[in-house]
């Protein structure tokens, strides 16, 4: 089981996630990326479809913003730092 979360205070933007893989991240008014699974908790787990583009959404960020684990988020991108 994986969760992901994106973590907004380091996003630039870069548009480069949504590309990668537009059935989990979408951005708000700013651009700013966000996870659509549960509104950027990190707390829903990613369907196993989806691990590939994940890795490659997460591997493309420039800012290492995709924050992936196996624990959930709670909300906290950097709860696994
Ligand atoms: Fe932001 Fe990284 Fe996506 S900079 S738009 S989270 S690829």
Do not use: M, R
């Not at 991240?25 to 700013?30: G, L, R, V, W």
């Amino acid at each position: 089981i994986k969760y992901t979360i994106v973590d907004k205070e380091t996003c630039i933007a870069c548009g480069a996630c949504g590309a990668s893989c537009p059935d989990l991240f979408a951005y708000d008014d700013e651009g700013i990326s966000y996870v659509l699974l549960d509104d950027n908790q990190g707390i829903s787990s990613v369907d196993e479809d989806f691990y590939d583009d994940l890795e490659d959404a997460a591997d493309g960020c420039p800012t290492q913003s995709i924050k992936v684990s196996y624990e959930p988020f709670d909300g906290d991108p950097l709860k696994h730092e």
